[in-house]
C-alpha cells in the first residue's frame, strides 16, 4: 500500500529532476527484529541502522530524514556539509545534530537508565551517512555487537536506532561529526531547542519529534505550528515548474504532446486537459478492508462544496467506498480537519479517499471516476455521483444479487440503478420502493433529469420499473447515461469529456460496443439531491464555443468507436444523427 501510494504521488506530480526508488523493507527487517524495540515505531524504527548495507552499492553518501520534519531552507545546504565533514574528520562517516534534551543524562526523572552516548547524545532525526566509511568501517557487525552488549543490561531500547547510534558513537567517537544545531531544532516535551536560534533566518530544518507532534507544549510551538500549517497550504503544482539555471531535466511525454497541439484550435483548452496528469494522492486517510466474495464499492467523485453529503452518504452505504476529491492543497488541509472531527467517518475505515489536486480550468469528472474505480478492491463496482444518495441498504441489495449464480453471469452485465430527482432540500427518504412510488403520485418525486434531459435515462423504462417485480433488460439508446453496477475490470471512462456533457453518454456507448447487457433492477434506486449548479453548467449554458467542442469531442469519440469496433458501432454515429 505504501508503495503504491508514494509511487502514483510522485508519479503523477513529476518534479523536475527529482527521481526516486523503493527499497523492500522486508528484506531487511529481519536484520533488527531481535532488537526488543518499546519506541511507538516499531521494528521500521530500527531500519536506519541497515542502511549501508539495504541501499546499492554505487550509493556512496545519503541525506537520512525523519518524515516528520518541516525544511525551511534549501537542502543542498545539508548535503553541502559532507564536504565539511570530511574536511574536520577524515574518519567521521554519520553527521548528526547533538540532542536537545537532557534524555542521554538521565535526568528527567528518577531512575531513568538511557543508553550510553557521548555526553548530550545525538538525535538521528537528521543524519549525514558516508556509505563508504561505513562499509569500510564494518558496520553492520560493528552496530550488532554493540547492540547485543548493550542489551544485556538494558533489555530494550527506547528510542529505537537512536540509543544504538548513540552507543556505538560512545565506543567509537571518530565516527560522528556534529552538525550545527539549526540542522535539527527539536521540538520535543523537553527540548532546549530555544538555544539554537535567535532569528527566523537561523532555522533549518524543524524537528517534530514528541509523539504529540503539533500538540506538544514548547517555547516558541505556535510559531512553527503555523509555519507547518502554512506550508501545507501551499501549491504543490508550483514544483513542477522548471528552474532557470538548474539544465535540462529528463523528457517529458507530456510536455511533448501539449507542445504538438494547436493553439489557435477553438477547442485548446479540452485537448490540453485530457492530457494532464494531476497530482494525485491515494488513500489520504487509513483504509482497511478485506472485501468479501461478490462484493461492490460505491464509486464516486466531488469537490469541495460537496463535502457535506459524505456522512448521510454514509448511513446510506455501509459497504466500501472509493472517493476522488478534487481539492487545492488547501481545501485538502480543510478536508482533513473535517474527517478527523466527525465521528460518523472516524468510524469507516473502509473508505478510501484519494485526493486529486486542482490544476487546469475544468472539472476532470472522467480523471476522477477512473482514480477512484481502480482503487475498488472488490469484484465489482457502483458507479454513482456524489449528489445521489442510494436506496437504504441498496449494499445488501447488491450483495445477495451479485452472490447469485456462477461470477460469469455477472461479468458482462451493467445492472441499472433506476435514477430520481427531488428539488426538496429536506426529504423524508422513502424506506422502500412503495413509498417512492408514492412521493412520485405526489410530484415529490421525479425520474431523473425528467424537465429538462429525458433522453439521459429514457431507456430505463421507468413505466415498466413501477410494476417489475424481476430485473429485465433493455437496449442502449441514443443519450443513454445510466448509473451502472459492473464487474471492476470495465472499460475506464474517456478522459476527453471533462466539465458539463457527454462524461457517461460516452462510457454507456463504449459498453453497448462491448457487448454488454443493461439489466435494469426492480427493487433498486437512487436519488438526486439539489444543490446549485456547478461552474461547467454554467460555461456549458453562457458559451456557445464550449458546446461546439462538446459537439467536436463527440464526433470524434464516435470516430474513435467505429475504428475500433467496425461496423457494429455505425449506430452510434447514426443515432447521433438520426
Not at 549501508?52 to 553541502?80: C, F, G, Q, R, Y
Not at 412503495?434 to 433522453?455: A, M, N, Q
Request: aromatic share 14%; hydrophobic share 40%.
Amino acid at each position: 500500500m505504501a508503495t503504491l501510494i508514494l509511487k502514483t504521488l510522485f508519479d503523477t506530480w513529476n518534479v523536475p529532476k527529482v527521481d526516486f526508488s523503493f527499497y523492500s523493507a522486508e528484506a531487511v527487517t529481519n536484520q533488527v527484529s531481535w532488537i526488543p524495540n518499546k519506541h511507538y515505531s516499531g521494528v521500521y524504527g530500527l531500519l536506519k541502522l541497515t542502511l549501508p548495507l539495504a541501499l546499492p552499492h554505487d550509493i556512496s553518501k545519503v541525506i537520512v530524514l525523519d518524515t516528520d520534519m518541516t525544511l525551511v531552507t534549501d537542502i543542498a545546504e545539508l548535503w553541502n556539509q559532507f564536504s565539511v565533514m570530511q574536511n574536520d574528520n577524515k574518519k567521521a562517516a554519520i553527521g548528526l545534530v547533538e540532542n536537545q534534551s537532557e534524555w542521554y543524562l538521565g535526568k528527567l526523572w528518577k531512575g531513568q537508565r538511557p543508553w550510553p552516548a557521548l555526553g548530550r547524545g545525538f538525535n538521528t532525526g537528521v543524519i549525514l551517512l558516508d556509505l563508504e566509511r561505513l562499509r569500510d568501517f564494518n558496520w553492520a557487525d560493528t552496530w550488532r555487537h554493540v547492540a547485543e552488549s548493550s542489551l544485556s543490561t538494558l533489555l530494550s531500547t527506547q528510542l529505537a536506532d537512536q540509543d544504538i547510534f548513540n552507543a556505538v558513537i560512545k565506543q567509537h567517537p571518530s565516527l560522528v561529526f556534529t552538525l550545527p544545531c539549526a540542522w535539527n531544532v527539536q521540538l520535543s516535551d523537553n527540548t532546549q531547542s530555544e538555544k539554537c536560534y535567535i532569528e527566523v533566518s537561523d532555522l533549518k530544518i524543524i524537528h517534530w519529534n514528541s509523539p504529540k507532534k503539533l500538540k506538544v507544549k514548547n517555547k516558541h510551538v505556535e510559531f512553527f505550528r503555523n509555519l507547518y500549517l502554512t506550508f501545507l497550504e501551499y501549491d504543490g503544482n508550483l514544483l513542477r515548474r522548471e528552474l532557470f539555471g538548474c539544465g535540462a531535466s529528463k523528457s517529458n511525454p507530456v510536455e511533448e504532446q501539449l507542445n504538438l497541439l494547436d493553439e489557435e484550435d477553438e477547442c485548446f483548452e479540452f485537448r490540453r486537459e485530457r492530457l494532464l496528469i494531476h497530482r494525485t494522492h491515494l488513500y489520504y486517510l487509513h483504509y482497511d478492508y478485506t472485501p468479501a466474495e461478490s462484493d461492490v464499492t460505491l464509486v464516486a467523485h466531488m469537490s469541495m462544496d460537496r463535502l457535506q453529503v459524505l456522512e448521510t452518504m454514509c448511513k446510506h452505504w455501509e459497504g466500501p467506498m472509493s472517493l476522488a476529491l478534487y481539492l487545492s492543497d488547501s481545501e485538502a488541509q480543510q478536508f482533513l480537519r473535517y474527517a478527523l472531527s466527525s465521528a460518523a467517518l472516524l468510524a469507516r475505515k473502509n473508505i478510501g479517499y484519494h485526493i486529486v489536486f486542482k490544476e487546469g480550468q475544468f472539472y476532470p469528472i472522467n480523471y476522477l471516476r477512473n482514480v477512484a474505480m481502480r482503487q475498488a478492491t472488490t469484484a465489482y463496482v457502483f458507479v454513482a455521483d456524489a449528489d445521489f444518495l442510494p436506496m437504504l441498504d441498496l449494499y445488501g441489495y447488491l450483495r445477495k444479487l451479485l452472490s447469485t449464480g456462477a461470477a460469469s453471469e455477472h461479468a458482462k452485465k451493467a445492472y441499472i440503478i433506476p435514477a430520481f430527482e427531488t428539488q426538496r432540500y429536506r426529504l423524508d427518504f422513502p424506506g422502500s420502493k412503495s413509498e417512492l412510488l408514492s412521493l412520485l403520485d405526489l410530484g415529490i418525486l421525479y425520474t431523473f433529469r425528467y424537465h429538462v434531459w429525458p433522453k439521459g435515462h429514457a431507456a430505463t423504462d421507468f413505466s415498466r420499473w413501477k410494476s417489475a417485480t424481476k430485473p429485465y433488460t433493455v437496449q442502449w439508446e441514443s443519450d443513454f447515461e445510466p448509473y451502472v453496477v459492473v464487474h471492476r475490470d470495465v472499460t475506464d471512462f474517456d478522459q476527453r469529456f471533462v466539465g458539463f456533457g457527454w462524461n457517461k453518454v460516452s462510457h454507456a456507448m463504449a459498453l453497448d460496443a462491448q457487448g454488454y447487457e443493461f439489466v435494469v433492477l426492480p427493487n433498486a434506486f437512487m436519488i438526486h439531491m439539489p444543490h446549485a449548479p456547478s461552474f461547467d453548467i454554467a460555461k456549458f449554458r453562457s458559451s456557445s464555443s464550449y458546446r461546439r467542442c462538446l459537439k467536436t469531442l463527440k464526433t470524434e469519440f464516435q470516430q474513435d468507436l467505429s475504428r475500433k469496433y467496425g461496423v457494429k458501432a455505425l449506430k452510434y454515429m447514426s443515432g447521433e444523427n438520426s
